[in-house]
């Protein structure tokens, strides 16, 4: 019983379609995105990011909403005209940095002039997008306003529930997450928070402003790329004593309170980026974050290292740089996932080249295009029968946990693990 509730969900992404798919087990839903092939494949049952499967998403498709008030079901569309009727409104759009680091707000503007031309008296819109915070109150609350001609906490509402979503985690689902939830007034967050906890199997967290939930919010990722950043400092420490890091950090597991990070390539749409937020709006008020920011420094020079302790393996091997052939297995910026957007393994590739090394790139999970359209590079579905001077294990796909390596080497090929799973089958490890 959808209670007169109808929602409209702006971003039909990694976070906005589980949520939608989820809601739309309850309410009727319409699931707006700008991206017409997304929109195509998903009427057809098709998720390219491998969030929803065909199954689940064909269980709450419809193609007419109809009476809004006793349908259930979901409704995707490219016409933002669909979203005239809803009474929520949730965005999940992107919340990426451009190349100097800064937050790019453009999604979020553009998807709040889009709510607003629709606002209605009584409705309340909800952002999950990351964000640092204040930004709800002061960037996209006047927005509504604008574009609306109607009055913040008079006329509309406004709440923030940060998204939790983990690409790729089959177990840990969007229903299966505690959600943080916050309204702009005591009863708007007490509205948004029953939506939430109407669907929310795992419970919700209602915070006392939206101030704090976006600080929350911002706060996790930025401890975790904090923690990476630790254990990658570590790595570079230990390579120069000739210890093996994985066995350091096995060793400090057997301890109650450790916290067992590993080193890697710190990209993707969250870590790599929500700490730059946070550290914008600390800037703006005067303060010069240190620890954050030499997290972030430090992590975004793993591809550099990786790239020279492949070379000094190579060059000890007698293999000749300049032209060398080179297998990447892995594009993503994590394992089982298709997401390419701001993967660390594209610094790790241009480091190489920059040696001359001739690279083939090798992700059965990311269709060609995509890598292409997103770093201008050419990659590979199907791997040839070829043979490679050096490989480099980037990312842990399941696909390649019983990769045959020994079939892709030559007499003189060193390998390279960067997440730590090939055992006793690597030259080089981080």
Known sequence: ????????????????????????????????????????????????????????????????????????????????EKLSDCNYYIVTVPTPVDKNNKPNLN????????????????????????????????????????????RFNTDFFVGYSPERINPGDKLHTVDKILKITSGSTPEAAQRVNALYESVITAGTYLAPSIKVAEAAKVIENSQRDINIAFVNELAKIFSLMKIDTQEVLAAAATKWNFLPFKPGLVGGHCIGV?????????????????????????????????????????????????QASLLMLGITFKENCP??????????????????????????????EEVYREYQLESVQELPDDKYDAIILGVAHDEFLDFNIEKYKTSKSIVYDVKGILRNRADGRL
């Open 274 to 322: 929500d700490p730059y937020y946070l550290a914008q709006k600390a800037q703006e008020l005067g303060y010069h974050p240190e620890i954050i920011l030499a997290g972030r420094r430090l992590n975004d020079s793993m591809g550099d290292y990786i790239a020279s302790q492949v070379v000094k393996l190579m060059i000890k091997k007698g293999i000749i740089i300049n």
């Open 339 to 368: 997401d390419v957007r701001n993967t660390k393994i594209v610094d790790l590739i241009h480091a190489l080249s920059d040696y001359g090394i001739k690279i083939t790139i090798y992700d059965p999970l990311v269709a060609t």
């Open 1 to 80: 019983m959808s209670l007169g509730i109808k929602i409209g969900i702006i971003g039909l992404g990694y976070v906005g379609l589980p949520l939608a798919r989820l809601f739309a087990t309850k309410y009727p839903v319409v699931g707006y995105d700008i991206n017409v092939a997304r929109i195509t494949d998903l009427k057809k049952g098709l998720d390219a990011t491998l969030e929803v499967s065909e199954e689940l998403l064909k269980e709450v498709l419809i193609s007419d909403l109809g009476d809004f008030t006793s349908t259930n079901g979901l409704l995707v569309t490219n016409e933002k």
């Open 107 to 150: 999604p979020l503007y553009r998807s709040s002039e889009t709510v607003a031309y629709y606002l209605k008296k009584g409705d309340i819109v909800i952002y999950e997008s990351t964000v640092y915070p204040g930004l709800t109150e002061e960037e996209c609350v006047p927005i509504l306003e604008r574009y609306s001609n109607l």
